[in-house]
Protein backbone atom coordinates (compact mmCIF):
# COMPACT_ATOMS: atom_id res chain seq x y z
CA UNK A 1 0.00 0.00 0.00
CA UNK A 2 1.10 3.34 -1.01
CA UNK A 3 1.42 5.44 2.42
CA UNK A 4 1.88 9.70 1.93
CA UNK A 5 4.66 11.27 3.76
CA UNK A 6 4.69 14.44 5.04
CA UNK A 7 7.55 17.13 3.71
CA UNK A 8 10.09 16.93 6.94
CA UNK A 9 13.41 18.71 4.91
CA UNK A 10 14.90 21.54 3.29
CA UNK A 11 17.29 21.32 1.06
CA UNK A 12 20.81 23.31 1.13
CA UNK A 13 23.06 23.98 -1.71
CA UNK A 14 27.11 22.81 -0.75
CA UNK A 15 28.13 25.87 -2.60
CA UNK A 16 26.29 28.76 -1.04
CA UNK A 17 24.71 27.28 1.54
CA UNK A 18 20.55 28.73 -0.15
CA UNK A 19 17.98 26.40 1.26
CA UNK A 20 15.58 25.66 -0.67
CA UNK A 21 12.12 23.79 -0.35
CA UNK A 22 11.77 20.38 -2.74
CA UNK A 23 9.26 20.31 -5.72
CA UNK A 24 10.66 16.73 -6.14
CA UNK A 25 12.44 17.30 -9.12
CA UNK A 26 15.29 20.58 -8.22
CA UNK A 27 18.77 19.18 -8.65
CA UNK A 28 20.46 22.27 -8.30
CA UNK A 29 20.23 26.07 -6.54
CA UNK A 30 19.71 28.12 -10.03
CA UNK A 31 20.89 30.62 -8.39
CA UNK A 32 24.44 29.43 -7.70
CA UNK A 33 27.17 29.69 -10.40
CA UNK A 34 28.40 26.58 -9.94
CA UNK A 35 25.90 25.57 -8.35
CA UNK A 36 27.22 22.57 -5.67
CA UNK A 37 25.08 19.47 -4.65
CA UNK A 38 22.21 20.14 -2.87
CA UNK A 39 22.00 18.78 0.62
CA UNK A 40 18.99 17.91 3.02
CA UNK A 41 18.68 18.67 6.18
CA UNK A 42 15.94 17.16 8.06
CA UNK A 43 13.52 17.90 10.92
CA UNK A 44 13.98 14.91 12.46
CA UNK A 45 17.60 14.02 14.92
CA UNK A 46 16.25 10.09 14.15
CA UNK A 47 16.41 8.02 10.95
CA UNK A 48 13.23 6.64 11.38
CA UNK A 49 10.70 4.55 13.74
CA UNK A 50 9.80 2.08 11.68
CA UNK A 51 10.40 -2.45 11.02
CA UNK A 52 12.21 -4.39 8.67
CA UNK A 53 8.77 -4.98 6.64
CA UNK A 54 9.20 -1.61 5.50
CA UNK A 55 12.14 -2.63 3.59
CA UNK A 56 14.48 0.98 3.04
CA UNK A 57 11.44 2.72 3.97
CA UNK A 58 12.37 2.11 7.77
CA UNK A 59 14.47 5.17 7.36
CA UNK A 60 10.99 7.44 6.15
CA UNK A 61 12.87 10.18 8.43
CA UNK A 62 16.20 10.49 6.93
CA UNK A 63 14.96 10.29 3.20
CA UNK A 64 13.44 12.99 1.20
CA UNK A 65 10.04 11.42 -0.11
CA UNK A 66 6.44 12.00 -0.31
CA UNK A 67 5.32 8.30 0.14
CA UNK A 68 6.66 4.49 0.60
CA UNK A 69 6.14 2.73 -1.71
CA UNK A 70 5.72 -1.19 -1.22
CA UNK A 71 7.74 -3.58 -1.81
CA UNK A 72 10.97 -2.60 -1.09
CA UNK A 73 14.09 -3.90 0.42
CA UNK A 74 16.53 -2.66 2.85
CA UNK A 75 20.40 -3.22 3.02
CA UNK A 76 21.58 -5.81 5.26
CA UNK A 77 24.46 -5.39 7.66
CA UNK A 78 26.11 -8.79 9.57
CA UNK A 79 29.44 -8.97 11.68
CA UNK A 80 31.30 -10.86 9.06
CA UNK A 81 33.04 -14.13 10.87
CA UNK A 82 34.87 -15.75 7.55
CA UNK A 83 36.29 -12.89 5.78
CA UNK A 84 37.41 -11.16 9.33
CA UNK A 85 39.37 -14.38 10.47
CA UNK A 86 41.20 -14.00 6.85
CA UNK A 87 42.04 -10.41 7.07
CA UNK A 88 42.08 -10.65 10.99
CA UNK A 89 40.09 -8.20 11.32
CA UNK A 90 38.01 -7.86 14.83
CA UNK A 91 35.15 -5.97 13.83
CA UNK A 92 34.68 -5.94 10.23
CA UNK A 93 30.87 -5.38 9.36
CA UNK A 94 29.79 -6.05 5.77
CA UNK A 95 26.51 -4.01 4.56
CA UNK A 96 25.44 -5.95 1.68
CA UNK A 97 22.79 -5.14 -0.88
CA UNK A 98 21.54 -8.15 -3.19
CA UNK A 99 20.10 -10.93 -3.08
CA UNK A 100 20.73 -13.71 -0.08
CA UNK A 101 17.30 -14.62 1.53
CA UNK A 102 18.78 -17.00 4.31
CA UNK A 103 20.43 -13.46 5.41
CA UNK A 104 16.81 -11.20 5.19
CA UNK A 105 18.57 -9.53 1.87
CA UNK A 106 15.75 -9.44 -0.66
CA UNK A 107 16.73 -7.08 -3.51
CA UNK A 108 15.01 -8.90 -6.76
CA UNK A 109 17.88 -7.07 -8.68
CA UNK A 110 20.97 -8.02 -6.85
CA UNK A 111 22.79 -4.08 -6.58
CA UNK A 112 22.31 -1.43 -4.49
CA UNK A 113 20.75 0.40 -6.80
CA UNK A 114 17.47 -0.54 -5.83
CA UNK A 115 17.70 1.70 -2.99
CA UNK A 116 18.38 4.79 -5.11
CA UNK A 117 15.60 3.87 -7.20
CA UNK A 118 12.94 3.44 -4.90
CA UNK A 119 14.01 6.52 -2.72
CA UNK A 120 13.89 8.48 -6.24
CA UNK A 121 10.37 7.24 -6.97
CA UNK A 122 8.98 8.36 -3.73
CA UNK A 123 10.28 11.41 -4.13
CA UNK A 124 8.50 12.45 -7.50
CA UNK A 125 5.75 15.12 -7.52
CA UNK A 126 2.16 14.03 -6.86
CA UNK A 127 0.21 13.08 -10.36
CA UNK A 128 3.58 12.99 -11.95
CA UNK A 129 3.00 12.93 -15.38
CA UNK A 130 6.15 13.18 -17.27
CA UNK A 131 8.86 10.80 -18.57
CA UNK A 132 11.54 10.04 -15.94
CA UNK A 133 15.20 9.93 -17.97
CA UNK A 134 17.80 7.88 -16.58
CA UNK A 135 20.93 7.36 -17.80
CA UNK A 136 22.79 4.24 -16.56
CA UNK A 137 25.97 2.08 -16.83
CA UNK A 138 24.11 -1.01 -16.18
CA UNK A 139 23.43 -1.59 -12.76
CA UNK A 140 20.99 1.55 -11.86
CA UNK A 141 19.03 0.66 -15.18
CA UNK A 142 17.87 -2.71 -13.87
CA UNK A 143 17.14 -1.42 -10.52
CA UNK A 144 15.16 1.37 -12.42
CA UNK A 145 13.59 -1.00 -15.00
CA UNK A 146 12.01 -3.06 -11.63
CA UNK A 147 10.88 -0.60 -9.49
CA UNK A 148 9.06 1.60 -12.58
CA UNK A 149 7.98 -1.11 -13.87
CA UNK A 150 6.21 -2.24 -10.64
CA UNK A 151 4.75 1.00 -9.78
CA UNK A 152 3.90 2.14 -13.51
CA UNK A 153 6.00 4.88 -13.42
CA UNK A 154 7.05 6.16 -16.51
CA UNK A 155 10.52 6.16 -17.80
CA UNK A 156 13.01 6.05 -20.57
CA UNK A 157 16.50 4.57 -19.64
CA UNK A 158 19.58 5.37 -21.70
CA UNK A 159 22.41 2.76 -21.74
CA UNK A 160 25.72 1.93 -23.64
CA UNK A 161 24.89 -0.91 -25.62
CA UNK A 162 27.75 -3.21 -24.33
CA UNK A 163 25.21 -2.84 -20.65
CA UNK A 164 22.48 -4.53 -22.58
CA UNK A 165 22.91 -8.52 -20.68
CA UNK A 166 22.96 -6.39 -17.40
CA UNK A 167 19.14 -5.48 -17.94
CA UNK A 168 18.13 -8.69 -16.61
CA UNK A 169 14.74 -9.29 -15.14
CA UNK A 170 12.25 -11.68 -13.64
CA UNK A 171 9.37 -10.84 -15.70
CA UNK A 172 8.50 -9.15 -18.76
CA UNK A 173 8.88 -5.01 -18.01
CA UNK A 174 5.71 -2.57 -18.25
CA UNK A 175 5.53 -0.74 -21.43
CA UNK A 176 5.47 2.49 -18.98
CA UNK A 177 9.24 1.88 -19.42
CA UNK A 178 11.39 2.15 -22.33
CA UNK A 179 15.43 1.50 -23.39
CA UNK A 180 17.67 3.09 -25.50
CA UNK A 181 21.14 2.08 -26.02
CA UNK A 182 24.15 4.26 -27.25
CA UNK A 183 25.60 1.44 -29.39
CA UNK A 184 29.49 1.58 -30.73
CA UNK A 185 32.34 1.85 -28.43
CA UNK A 186 30.20 4.10 -26.25
CA UNK A 187 30.28 4.29 -22.43
CA UNK A 188 28.59 5.82 -19.27
CA UNK A 189 29.39 9.81 -20.03
CA UNK A 190 27.84 8.88 -23.74
CA UNK A 191 24.77 7.55 -22.28
CA UNK A 192 24.20 10.59 -19.99
CA UNK A 193 24.95 12.82 -23.18
CA UNK A 194 21.94 11.44 -24.54
CA UNK A 195 20.04 11.63 -21.83
CA UNK A 196 20.70 15.36 -21.60
CA UNK A 197 19.69 15.43 -25.04
CA UNK A 198 16.49 14.11 -24.73
CA UNK A 199 15.49 15.89 -21.88
CA UNK A 200 15.62 19.28 -23.50
CA UNK A 201 12.69 18.10 -25.16
CA UNK A 202 9.30 18.62 -23.12
CA UNK A 203 7.66 16.14 -21.79
CA UNK A 204 10.92 14.50 -20.33
CA UNK A 205 12.25 15.50 -16.99
CA UNK A 206 16.19 14.46 -15.78
CA UNK A 207 16.51 12.24 -13.25
CA UNK A 208 19.50 13.76 -12.27
CA UNK A 209 22.17 11.20 -11.02
CA UNK A 210 24.27 12.15 -7.75
CA UNK A 211 22.50 15.87 -7.92
CA UNK A 212 19.55 14.02 -6.79
CA UNK A 213 18.95 14.40 -3.15
CA UNK A 214 16.81 10.85 -3.30
CA UNK A 215 20.14 8.81 -4.82
CA UNK A 216 22.12 10.17 -2.27
CA UNK A 217 19.89 9.48 0.77
CA UNK A 218 19.15 5.96 -0.36
CA UNK A 219 22.07 4.93 -0.77
CA UNK A 220 23.30 6.30 2.14
CA UNK A 221 20.82 3.97 4.17
CA UNK A 222 23.79 1.52 4.20
CA UNK A 223 25.22 3.44 6.67
CA UNK A 224 22.35 3.80 9.08
CA UNK A 225 21.95 0.21 8.64
CA UNK A 226 25.39 -0.55 9.57
CA UNK A 227 25.72 1.98 12.52
CA UNK A 228 22.38 0.22 13.91
CA UNK A 229 24.19 -3.06 13.89
CA UNK A 230 27.36 -2.38 15.04
CA UNK A 231 26.14 0.36 17.51
CA UNK A 232 28.11 3.14 16.16
CA UNK A 233 29.33 4.92 13.36
CA UNK A 234 32.41 2.75 11.79
CA UNK A 235 35.81 4.04 11.96
CA UNK A 236 36.53 2.78 8.34
CA UNK A 237 34.30 3.07 4.96
CA UNK A 238 34.88 0.72 2.22
CA UNK A 239 33.54 1.00 -1.41
CA UNK A 240 33.91 0.60 -5.13
CA UNK A 241 33.28 3.75 -7.08
CA UNK A 242 32.32 4.99 -10.49
CA UNK A 243 30.57 8.07 -10.28
CA UNK A 244 31.26 8.45 -6.38
CA UNK A 245 27.68 8.94 -5.44
CA UNK A 246 27.49 6.37 -3.10
CA UNK A 247 31.11 7.29 -1.26
CA UNK A 248 29.34 10.61 -1.09
CA UNK A 249 26.06 9.13 0.44
CA UNK A 250 28.01 7.63 3.08
CA UNK A 251 29.75 10.79 3.64
CA UNK A 252 26.60 12.61 4.37
CA UNK A 253 24.91 9.67 6.21
CA UNK A 254 27.61 9.94 8.72
CA UNK A 255 27.69 13.59 9.31
CA UNK A 256 24.39 13.44 9.82
CA UNK A 257 24.45 10.68 12.59
CA UNK A 258 27.38 12.65 14.56
CA UNK A 259 25.69 15.48 14.06
CA UNK A 260 22.36 14.31 15.74
CA UNK A 261 24.30 12.02 18.22
CA UNK A 262 22.19 8.82 17.42
CA UNK A 263 25.36 6.61 17.54
CA UNK A 264 28.90 7.06 19.04
CA UNK A 265 32.04 7.24 16.84
CA UNK A 266 33.10 9.09 13.82
CA UNK A 267 34.04 10.84 11.83
CA UNK A 268 33.92 8.07 9.38
CA UNK A 269 37.05 7.29 6.71
CA UNK A 270 36.34 6.78 3.33
CA UNK A 271 38.25 4.14 1.29
CA UNK A 272 37.30 4.19 -2.59
CA UNK A 273 38.58 2.21 -4.48
CA UNK A 274 38.74 2.00 -8.93
CA UNK A 275 39.25 -0.54 -11.03
CA UNK A 276 42.29 -0.16 -12.94
CA UNK A 277 43.31 1.35 -15.52
CA UNK A 278 40.17 3.80 -16.16
CA UNK A 279 40.17 5.15 -12.54
CA UNK A 280 39.97 8.49 -12.90
CA UNK A 281 39.00 9.29 -9.19
CA UNK A 282 41.82 7.26 -8.25
CA UNK A 283 44.45 8.95 -10.41
CA UNK A 284 42.93 12.75 -9.92
CA UNK A 285 43.02 11.74 -5.87
CA UNK A 286 46.59 10.77 -5.70
CA UNK A 287 47.56 13.09 -7.98
CA UNK A 288 46.22 15.84 -5.17
CA UNK A 289 44.18 17.41 -8.20
CA UNK A 290 40.55 18.66 -6.87
CA UNK A 291 39.83 18.53 -10.99
CA UNK A 292 39.10 14.93 -12.01
CA UNK A 293 41.68 13.65 -15.08
CA UNK A 294 41.05 12.94 -18.18
CA UNK A 295 41.35 9.27 -19.38
CA UNK A 296 41.62 10.00 -22.48
CA UNK A 297 45.58 9.88 -22.53
CA UNK A 298 44.55 6.16 -22.73
CA UNK A 299 44.06 5.01 -26.14
CA UNK A 300 42.58 1.71 -27.25
CA UNK A 301 41.30 1.18 -23.45
CA UNK A 302 37.83 0.44 -22.75
CA UNK A 303 35.18 -0.49 -19.90
CA UNK A 304 34.64 -3.39 -21.40
CA UNK A 305 38.34 -4.68 -20.91
CA UNK A 306 37.83 -3.51 -17.14
CA UNK A 307 36.70 -6.55 -14.77
CA UNK A 308 33.84 -3.66 -13.64
CA UNK A 309 33.44 -2.10 -16.10
CA UNK A 310 30.08 -0.81 -14.38
CA UNK A 311 33.40 1.78 -12.09
CA UNK A 312 34.15 3.85 -15.18
CA UNK A 313 32.55 7.28 -15.40
CA UNK A 314 34.72 9.96 -17.32
CA UNK A 315 32.43 12.93 -15.33
CA UNK A 316 32.09 11.72 -12.05
CA UNK A 317 30.71 14.48 -9.28
CA UNK A 318 34.43 14.74 -8.24
CA UNK A 319 35.37 18.92 -8.40
CA UNK A 320 32.19 20.02 -7.28
CA UNK A 321 30.82 21.57 -3.99
CA UNK A 322 29.83 18.81 -1.86
CA UNK A 323 31.42 15.87 -4.41
CA UNK A 324 33.73 13.86 -3.86
CA UNK A 325 36.82 15.38 -3.64
CA UNK A 326 35.27 17.20 -0.55
CA UNK A 327 33.99 14.58 1.12
CA UNK A 328 37.82 12.37 0.69
CA UNK A 329 39.04 15.46 2.01
CA UNK A 330 36.86 15.97 4.83
CA UNK A 331 37.63 12.30 5.89
CA UNK A 332 41.34 12.33 5.33
CA UNK A 333 40.14 9.98 2.96
CA UNK A 334 42.31 7.04 0.46
CA UNK A 335 41.86 6.00 -2.81
CA UNK A 336 43.20 2.27 -4.23
CA UNK A 337 43.53 1.50 -7.86
CA UNK A 338 42.56 -1.92 -8.48
CA UNK A 339 43.58 -4.28 -11.31
CA UNK A 340 41.53 -6.94 -12.54
CA UNK A 341 43.68 -9.49 -11.12
CA UNK A 342 43.15 -8.25 -7.93
CA UNK A 343 39.72 -8.13 -8.24
CA UNK A 344 38.95 -11.74 -9.67
CA UNK A 345 41.02 -13.41 -6.69
CA UNK A 346 38.93 -10.71 -4.28
CA UNK A 347 35.84 -12.45 -5.34
CA UNK A 348 36.44 -15.64 -4.90
CA UNK A 349 38.32 -15.09 -1.43
CA UNK A 350 34.59 -13.35 -0.46
CA UNK A 351 32.33 -15.99 -1.47
CA UNK A 352 34.60 -19.11 0.24
CA UNK A 353 35.04 -16.88 3.30
CA UNK A 354 31.19 -15.55 3.41
CA UNK A 355 29.39 -17.89 1.21
CA UNK A 356 28.00 -15.88 -1.20
CA UNK A 357 28.75 -14.69 -4.88
CA UNK A 358 29.32 -11.11 -4.83
CA UNK A 359 29.26 -8.95 -8.32
CA UNK A 360 32.47 -7.34 -10.30
CA UNK A 361 32.33 -3.61 -8.39
CA UNK A 362 31.50 -5.33 -5.17
CA UNK A 363 34.57 -7.78 -5.58
CA UNK A 364 36.89 -4.21 -5.96
CA UNK A 365 35.87 -3.02 -3.11
CA UNK A 366 36.99 -6.08 -0.95
CA UNK A 367 40.37 -6.03 -2.71
CA UNK A 368 40.86 -2.21 -1.88
CA UNK A 369 40.20 -3.58 2.10
CA UNK A 370 42.34 -6.52 1.49
CA UNK A 371 45.17 -4.22 -0.10
CA UNK A 372 44.95 -1.93 2.67
CA UNK A 373 45.21 -4.54 5.26
CA UNK A 374 48.17 -5.79 3.53
CA UNK A 375 49.42 -1.78 4.04
CA UNK A 376 48.30 -1.66 7.65
CA UNK A 377 46.46 1.39 6.93
CA UNK A 378 43.37 0.06 9.25
CA UNK A 379 43.69 -0.78 12.65
CA UNK A 380 42.78 -4.29 13.54
CA UNK A 381 40.64 -3.54 15.98
CA UNK A 382 38.87 -0.92 13.86
CA UNK A 383 35.34 -1.00 13.10
CA UNK A 384 34.98 -1.49 9.93
CA UNK A 385 32.12 -1.10 7.10
CA UNK A 386 32.50 -3.30 3.92
CA UNK A 387 29.79 -1.79 1.57
CA UNK A 388 28.55 -4.95 -0.88
CA UNK A 389 26.89 -3.04 -3.37
CA UNK A 390 26.00 -5.73 -5.40
CA UNK A 391 25.65 -9.57 -5.16
CA UNK A 392 23.30 -13.18 -4.71
CA UNK A 393 23.15 -13.37 -8.52
CA UNK A 394 24.04 -17.11 -8.54
CA UNK A 395 21.34 -17.75 -5.91
CA UNK A 396 18.56 -15.88 -7.33
CA UNK A 397 18.93 -17.71 -10.91
CA UNK A 398 18.73 -20.73 -7.79
CA UNK A 399 15.14 -19.59 -7.65
CA UNK A 400 14.02 -17.74 -10.70
CA UNK A 401 14.21 -17.44 -14.26
CA UNK A 402 15.88 -14.37 -15.46
CA UNK A 403 14.98 -12.70 -19.01
CA UNK A 404 17.03 -9.72 -20.81
CA UNK A 405 15.12 -6.19 -21.53
CA UNK A 406 15.86 -5.72 -24.83
CA UNK A 407 16.06 -1.61 -26.02
CA UNK A 408 13.97 -0.25 -28.45
CA UNK A 409 16.29 1.04 -30.40
CA UNK A 410 20.15 1.14 -30.43
CA UNK A 411 22.04 4.46 -31.75
CA UNK A 412 25.31 5.61 -32.90
CA UNK A 413 26.92 8.76 -30.98
CA UNK A 414 26.79 10.67 -33.63
CA UNK A 415 22.92 10.31 -34.25
CA UNK A 416 21.39 11.55 -31.53
CA UNK A 417 18.71 14.04 -33.25
CA UNK A 418 17.41 10.91 -34.93
CA UNK A 419 16.79 9.27 -31.27
CA UNK A 420 15.07 12.70 -30.10
CA UNK A 421 12.90 13.18 -33.58
CA UNK A 422 11.73 9.84 -33.11
CA UNK A 423 10.63 10.44 -29.60
CA UNK A 424 8.85 13.12 -30.87
CA UNK A 425 6.84 11.02 -33.02
CA UNK A 426 6.06 8.91 -30.57
CA UNK A 427 4.34 11.05 -27.99
CA UNK A 428 2.77 13.21 -30.90
Request: with cysteine; hydrophobic share 40%; glycine share 10%.
Amino acid sequence: MIKEQPIKYVLRCRQCGTELADDGLVLFHKGCDPPGLLQTVYTSAWPGQGDDGMGIFQYHEWLPIRRTLPGSSAPVTYRSRGLAEQLRLENLFIAFSGYWPERGALMRTCTFKELEAYAVCARLPERFEDVLVIASAGNTARAFIHVCSTHHIRALIVVPEWSIPMLWRETEHNDCVRIIAVGGNSDYADAVLLADSICRMDGFVAEGGARNVARRDGLGTTVLSCAEEAGCIPDEYFQAVGSGTGAIAAWEASERLSLNKVWPGGPMRLHVAQNLPLAPIYESWTSHSSRIVSMNSLPGCSSEEMYAGVLYNRRPPYGVAGGLYDALLATNGHAYGIANEEAGAASKLFEEAEGIDIDPAAAVAVAGLVKCVARKTVEKDAYIMLNITGGGFKRLRRDVELQTTMPIAVVDRSDFKSVRDHLICKRS
